[in-house]
């Protein structure tokens, strides 16, 4: 089965290297790159049309950045909030079971391996990204923890 592939990103630095990669994958009618710019209406729209987000990092372990990452990334959250499956090599209890597609190593069969695993319920990853944003990055149940404990200090 053949999957289309959307690169999107927007920043100045690596405008020159997305028109490069595009240039090599110009054959390739399935595979896309995006560098527009969107506000968070729109780009919420376009991640909302997609199915799976791929989220890697370079693995610093035992770190305490690396421990923390998972509740830190700014993608992966945009991603749940969007319904979208996750593919990632963070090491996390969280991430071993669905929205998220724990990966080891990013080589054509972990990745085979965790799209067939999507593939088997599609559905069952895109409710479980919206419940997981919403239990796990949900900035209202957080808030007033992080309020009262600012005026505790501070009083």
Do not use: C
């Not at 592939?5 to 399935?30: C, P, T, W």
């Not at 780009?43 to 923390?68: C, P, Q, R």
């Amino acid at each position: 089965e053949q999957y289309n592939l959307l690169i999107h990103g927007y920043n100045s630095d690596v405008k020159n290297y997305f028109i490069s990669m595009k240039n090599q994958a110009h054959l390739r009618e399935d595979i896309k790159f995006d560098i527009n710019f969107y506000d968070e209406k729109n780009h919420f729209e376009l991640l909302s049309s997609m199915d799976i987000g791929i989220a890697l990092y370079k693995n610093v372990y035992n770190t305490i950045n690396w421990d923390n990452l998972i509740f830190s990334s700014g993608k992966i959250a945009k991603y749940l909030w969007a319904g979208l499956a996750v593919i990632t090599n963070i090491d996390s209890e969280l991430t071993l079971n669905p929205p998220f597609l724990k990966i080891n190593s990013f080589d054509a069969s972990e990745l085979n391996r965790v799209l067939n695993q999507y593939k088997s319920s599609p559905n069952l990853y895109r409710e479980k990204a919206i419940k997981t944003a919403e239990q796990y990055y949900n900035l209202d149940i957080y808030m007033k923890k992080i309020i009262d404990k600012i005026y505790e200090s501070i009083e």
